[in-house]
């Protein structure tokens, strides 16, 4: 996740949506680690893609720090904090289609924590799935402000599981759970609309995806060998 740019000025768009200089040169030397790692010989086919999704893990967790303090984080939120969220956001940077998906994809988060836990973590295990999707939502304006361009490159994306509501409730899901699925489906829609801000982030996006279809699917499973 390089960029062109030159140092300074790369340091200067993300101190103006709220980046701190210690954050900017964290930033700025993952950016180099992401550079030297590229003249590297690649010695298995998947080490790349592994290799890159680890880094682009780091520098989403970096760049969403100012979409949180804009959330009111780390303080317990007010009541003025809870209203001026969406105001913070669009000041923020992110466009109206990221704030689409950022209240659906809470919508979504609410219900499916609100599923009875089948076995003990899994509902934080659940929550740290959809704080990935909302990190990346959160990082998108800083990687605008570090000169990284929207694209809509033509990588391979991965198709997510096509259940219907009857196969789903064949397969033992509740109707609450059906519901989560179709939700999902929905919010997963409007993220691959979303135009992508670094190469691979479709993809990486749509694993985290899958990693919350496929617990949704697991539970009729869980609940018969409980």
């Known amino acids: 996740m390089s960029t062109s740019?030159?140092?300074?000025?790369?340091?200067?768009?993300?101190?103006?949506?709220?980046?701190?200089?210690?954050?900017?040169?964290?930033?700025?030397?993952?950016?180099?680690?992401s550079d030297s790692i590229n003249g590297l010989e690649q010695l298995h086919p998947m080490k790349e893609e592994e290799t890159y999704r680890g880094l682009h893990d780091l520098q989403i967790l970096l760049s969403e720090r100012p979409g949180l303090r804009a959330l009111?984080?780390?303080q317990?939120?007010?009541e003025d904090e809870i209203h001026n969220q969406r105001e913070n956001l669009v000041e923020l940077g992110m466009t109206q289609a990221e704030l689409d998906v950022w209240y659906a994809l809470g919508s979504v988060a609410g219900?499916?924590?609100?599923?009875?836990?089948?076995y003990p973590m899994q509902r934080e295990e659940t929550a740290h799935d959809f704080h990935k999707l909302q990190s990346r939502l959160l990082a998108r304006p800083v990687f605008r402000a570090a000169g990284l361009k929207d694209q809509t490159p033509g990588q391979q994306v991965?198709?997510?599981?096509?259940v219907s509501k009857d196969t789903s409730s064949a397969l033992g899901m509740t109707d609450k759970?059906?519901?989560?699925?179709?939700?999902?489906a929905g919010v997963a829609n409007q993220i691959n609309r979303l135009p992508t801000v670094y190469p691979w982030e479709r993809r990486e996006t749509q694993h985290d995806l899958h990693h919350i279809e496929l617990r949704l699917?697991?539970?009729?499973s869980l609940r018969s060998i409980s």
Do not use: C, H, N
């Not at 699917?217 to 009729?220: F, G, T």
């Open 76 to 78: 317990p939120f007010t």
């Open 217 to 220: 699917l697991a539970r009729p």
């Open 5 to 33: 740019e030159d140092p300074q000025v790369i340091g200067e768009k993300p101190t103006q949506i709220g980046m701190t200089d210690k954050e900017i040169r964290i930033w700025q030397t993952l950016t180099k680690v």
């Open 72 to 74: 009111g984080w780390p």
């Open 158 to 162: 991965i198709s997510s599981p096509q």
């Open 111 to 118: 219900t499916m924590l609100y599923l009875p836990e089948l």
């Open 177 to 184: 759970e059906v519901a989560a699925w179709e939700s999902l």
